[in-house]
């Protein structure tokens, strides 16, 4: 890297002659690249899915993310390697985006989709495959570059990541450089300088992360955090339920932002709730483990990086909970406070779910609002219930972004093949959490659109029309 950049009379590193060399890169493929053709972009956006799908590269990405990181468990990163990108390559291969995308004859408009330029793509330690090709795809699929920028703990990983995506392109005979990364070692100037240089980025990680791409000067999308609560209502299927919350919960050891952090039962199935929960893997602490629990997992206010996203037998050595905690496949600690003194209402990275009481309806939606005023908030929460009148007040009454009915939320949340959330592995939260976009990430963020407008027959309603109403209310005399 020092070789292509200078230093200045401080001895601190010039980047711009990195990046410069990156951009013009990005631009020269965007020129070669037929991005007016669907086929061809079509062609493109599947090598970026098969240059982690394919089942070897698969297994071998998810073994070096978890070597790199720490963070997570190979099993459940092979499958959101494939399974996601299977899923976001289904929902970009439906998509037309390039030319005319729409007309609209009665209101006299055509839409053309054109790409938004080079694309800084911040990615995330906890996905450094799986995050660094869904948002490639999604990119090329407007027709653009990307320019990768890797957590530096997850630098091996997306590196290697990336080389099978230019592999990838070359063999379907498409420009290498749509696809680039920064060069090691990958640092926060680096990155800003990258942000600064871009058309558009698209930031998945640390709310810092978001922060400085929002005030890099450069259009940005960003993402909140998690920290979700799903309520266990009265009328639930608790097995069914408890074993959703645990196979959601359990995957990548709670690596994902999707991942049900808090639950809140209804009292008048809080034991049985509790009973189901255990029979799906759940280990029910007792105070002083729960003492033990939160002395492990936070230090001087802090996540503990030594213990968050471990699997469950190394999570309860390092807390010291004992033989029986270490067969169990996740902790359940009970809990009354909510607040930002209270770190278990907080996100937990980490196979520990905080479990609330509460004694009626009303006071589980306030509990989960409480939760996501600590942290999530515009994110996302759950409930798993036979009353839909009970999940329709969670959406009209919370500021999130969706809300998930019987469903497993890590599942769920990004995308399913049983609901109708495109595939992503970024969650827009809306300006309640700072966002742009209150939305799943998907191919549509990065296109801009031109309006052909031609004249239509007159659409002119009568004054009594529009204002006929308020007259009548109010008269027309101040």
């Known amino acids: 890297m020092n070789s292509l950049a200078e230093k200045d009379c401080s001895g601190k590193t010039d980047y711009s002659l990195i990046i410069v060399e990156l951009v013009a890169r990005a631009r020269a493929a965007m020129a070669e690249f037929q991005n007016d053709d669907q086929h061809k972009i079509d062609d493109a956006v599947t090598a970026l899915a098969w240059s982690i799908y394919e089942p070897g590269r698969a297994k071998e990405l998810a073994e070096l993310a978890v070597e790199d990181t720490g963070l997570g468990n190979v099993a459940s990163k092979i499958t959101k390697n494939t399974r996601k990108i299977f899923g976001t390559l289904r929902d970009l291969s439906r998509a037309k985006s390039t030319g005319i995308i729409e007309e609209l004859p009665e209101k006299g408009l055509v839409k053309y989709a054109k790409p938004v330029g080079v694309v800084a793509a911040v990615c995330p330690s906890t996905n450094p495959a799986a995050t660094p090709v869904n948002k490639a795809m999604m990119a090329v699929k407007g027709g653009n570059a990307v320019i990768i920028a890797p957590s530096p703990a997850g630098y091996r990983t997306t590196h290697q990541c990336v080389e099978y995506m230019r592999a990838e392109l070359k063999r379907c005979g498409q420009p290498v450089d749509l696809v680039q990364i920064l060069p090691a070692p990958v640092s926060k100037d680096l990155t800003q300088a990258l942000m600064e240089a871009a058309d558009l ?25 998690g920290n979700v609560p799903v309520i266990i209502d009265s009328s639930a299927d608790l097995d069914d339920a408890a074993a959703k919350i645990c196979a959601s919960k359990i995957f990548d050891n709670s690596t994902s932002c999707s991942s049900e ?37 936070w230090v001087d206010g802090h996540l503990n990086r030594h213990v968050i996203a471990k699997d469950a037998d190394v999570f309860a050595q390092a807390a010291g909970l004992g033989e029986a905690a270490e067969s169990a496949r996740f ?50 929460c759950g409930i798993h219930t036979k009353n839909m009148v009970h999940a329709q007040e969670l959406a009209e009454e919370l500021d999130v972004v969706r809300v998930l009915v019987n469903q497993a939320h890590t599942f769920g949340n990004g995308g399913s093949f049983d609901n109708g959330l495109n595939f992503t592995l970024s969650m827009g939260c809306g300006t309640w ?41 109010f008269g027309q005399n101040g």
């Open 201 to 225: 980025i698209v930031c998945t990680g640390s709310q810092n992360n978001v922060r400085r791409a929002y005030s890099s000067g450069t259009v940005a999308i960003g993402v909140g955090a």
């Open 261 to 297: 952090n808090s639950l809140v039962i209804l009292d008048e199935v809080y034991d049985e709730a509790l009973a189901a929960l255990q029979r799906a893997g759940g280990y029910r602490a007792s105070a002083n483990e729960k003492e033990k629990i939160v002395n492990a997992l």
């Open 331 to 380: 902790f359940i600690v009970e809990h009354e406070g909510i607040g930002a003194e209270e770190p278990l209402s907080d996100e937990k990275l980490s196979l520990v779910l905080t479990v609330y009481r509460a004694g009626d309806f009303a006071e589980a939606k306030d509990k989960v609002r409480r939760i996501l005023d600590v942290k999530g908030i515009g994110h996302s």
């Open 433 to 473: 959490a700072g966002n742009s976009i209150s939305e799943n990430l998907n191919y549509r963020n990065f296109i801009n659109i031109t309006h052909l407008v031609t004249t239509i027959p007159e659409d002119r309603p009568s004054e009594e029309a529009l204002f006929g109403r308020y007259w009548t209310k």
